[in-house]
Every structure is written in structure tokens, then in C-alpha cells.
């Protein structure tokens, strides 16, 4: 089995296993070009998600970026993605940065610092926990640059509903979402200081990785997954994971010291 610490070669991404904590982290690392994603990223991505799936040293992942001025930019205009010429070829970028996608169901707490604009909703739309600092800011640029809004906020609005999602995608740059609103959205459920955010994410990733980890999986899939279904469909779906994971998680929680301690949020 391939673990991911012995996988140094990005050239976008930095990806780190803290093995006593059993918390991967994974950085995005252009700040030169605000975080934004090309081609290069997004197979980065999903290499790294793969890496992460498969080790079993991992529980939890944080997903953070370099530098202060923006947590991502989303795709780098500036640099041809290059879809195939046939048009029933193109791809969705998303799907490569997509943890989901990948069937990669270990917990993901998302960091945000600065800017987080456009395809970079992607990041959070696919998080399981999502916090920000004090100097965070959401947007959809897409409409102000004359291009349709769809894919970002499909995912969007499972996380805050149709009515906000509808006012940030249609008010474009005009709509900058701050901290203390994203909070009250649903958007982050926690706010940090600028210098407080990294410790605070691995802190979060700690506590849930410290967890029996088919306990935590099963419950990331569990819900996402019902996201796509009817309700009574979910359930019914949900009640076969209980039954083939509890006994896995129950053995795991009983050979295995626990290390999270309870904090009030």
C-alpha cells in the first residue's frame, strides 16, 4: 500500500501526514496566483485524495492554503485548462478536486483565509467542517465576468440553502460574504483569528480523527450520500451502513485509546 508521506512530488500542493494525530494535511500552494487551480492542481488533487483514501495511517484531512491574500481564486483564467475538441468531452474541473467524487470518505476540514471566489466554492462545497478567520471573504465572480454560475452553486445550496445561494451567485462581485455572515448562513460554523486558523483546523481534524475511523467514514458517506436519494430511500441506506459498520467501529473503538477531549463551541 502506497503511503501517502512517501509521495512528495507536487508541484501545486504540499501534503503532509502528522502520524501521531493520524491528520493528513494537504496545502494549496500558488500563492502567487491566489491560490487558483489549473490543470496540474486539479490531477494533483485528486492524486492526493487517492494517496489519502487508501492510508490507513490517515483518519482525518485539513485542507488549507499558502499565503494570506486568498484561500483560492478558483480556475486560473490566465492558463488554458485544455478541454478536449469534442464538446461531449469536457470535463468538470470539480470533480478532480472533489474528495467525493473520489469516493474518499475520510473527514475533511476546510481552512479558509482571504479570498474564496468562484471555483474555489468547490473546496467548501466538498468539506465536511468548514471554518474561517476574521479576514475571510465569499463570492461568485462568475456573473460580473459574463459567464454562467451553475456548477458552484448546485453545490452551494446544499450547504445554505436556495435563497443565499441565489443572492451571491446573481449579485457577482458585488457580493462579498464576510465571516460573521457566512457564520449565520451556514457557510462556516466557526470563526478564528488569522494567526488561530491552521492550529485550529488540525485541532478539529485531531479530535475527529481520534474517533474509530468506520465509524467517522461510514458517517461521511452515510450523509452525502443521501443528499442524492429520496428520504425514505436514504434511510433504508443508512440502516445497511449501521449494521455493516458498527461492529467494525465497535471493535476499533474498544482496541484503541481515545484522545479527543470535549470543547464548547
Known sequence: MTSATESTDFETIVLDVDEDTRVATITLNRPHRLNAFDRTMCHEMQRAWHLLKFDDKVHAVVLRAAGDRAFSAGLD???????????????????????????????????????????????VNEADVVICSTQATFFDSHVTAGLVSALEPIGLMRRIGLGETLRIALMGNDERVGPETALRIGLVSEITEPDALWARAHEIATAIAANPPTATQGTVKAIWESLDKPYRAAMDQGLIYTRLGNPIAKSELTSAPQLSTPRNR
Open 77 to 123: 483564467v490566465k492558463q488554458s485548462y485544455g478541454q478536449p475538441d469534442n464538446i461531449w468531452n469536457h470535463e468538470d474541473p470539480g470533480e478532480l478536486l472533489s474528495p467525493k467524487w473520489q469516493k474518499m470518505w475520510k473527514p475533511v476540514v476546510c481552512a479558509v483565509q482571504g479570498m474564496c471566489t468562484a471555483g474555489a466554492l468547490y473546496f
